[in-house]
């Protein structure tokens, strides 16, 4: 069985992550597992940049194949933030509400056809010897005017899917999981993982 840290501390991405690579052989361990692993701070200007940051300092630090995401939400009418500042838009410590209350602030006023956003995904697989390599993921939606659902994290009851008729916090996990930016990066992490010998 193939042991695979998630350098993350965030409980609602690693539920969906969990959810996502069950069933494939993989041992999930996440930081809370290495209480001495030093914070990594995420000062890239891309997530493909953070992502890489994270995954090669926790595989270093735990010896450990380790994998690794940023990602965040890019709205068109605000020139694409708040991109990879989506977790701390509202400020270093800001909780998800304090986050999506500045996203409607910004928004206020904006027509809904020029509320157009989308999720990106990059996750980063590095071995200890910090040999990485990268899968992205996409889910293109609207933002709303006001909160729907009460599932998901961050800016998921804000976000609208059209072909669902939905916000991302209305569906349910599995459906969110089988179309979502993280779900279609972790799709090809599976794929990765099928194809290596063994897998």
């Known amino acids: 069985m193939t042991e695979l840290v998630v350098a993350t501390r965030n409980p609602g991405k690693l539920r969906e992550i969990a959810a996502l690579l069950e069933g494939h052989g993989i041992r999930l361990l996440s930081v809370r597992d290495f209480p001495e692993l030093p914070e990594v701070e995420e000062d890239g200007d891309t997530f493909e940049a953070n992502a890489m940051k994270k995954a090669r300092e926790v595989a270093a630090f735990t010896g450990r194949l380790t994998l690794a995401d940023d990602s ?37 006023g904006v027509p809904m056809e020029k509320r157009q956003g989308a999720f990106r995904c990059v996750m980063a697989l590095c071995q200890a010897d910090g040999n990485c390599r990268l899968f992205s993921g996409k889910l293109e939606g609207v933002i709303l005017e006001e909160r729907r659902g009460k599932g998901g994290f961050g800016y998921d009851p804000v976000f609208f899917v059209p072909s669902y008729d939905k916000t991302l916090a209305e569906l349910p996990l599995e459906i969110k ?23």
């Open 72 to 108: 965040g939400l890019e709205v068109a009418a605000l020139g694409g933030r708040p991109g990879v500042n989506s977790a701390r838009f509202a400020g270093e410590q800001a909780k998800d509400d304090e986050n999506t209350a500045k996203l409607l602030k910004e928004l206020a």
């Open 177 to 199: 999981n089988g179309i979502s930016h993280r779900g279609q990066a972790l799709v090809g992490l599976v794929e990765f993982f099928k194809s290596c010998p063994g897998g």
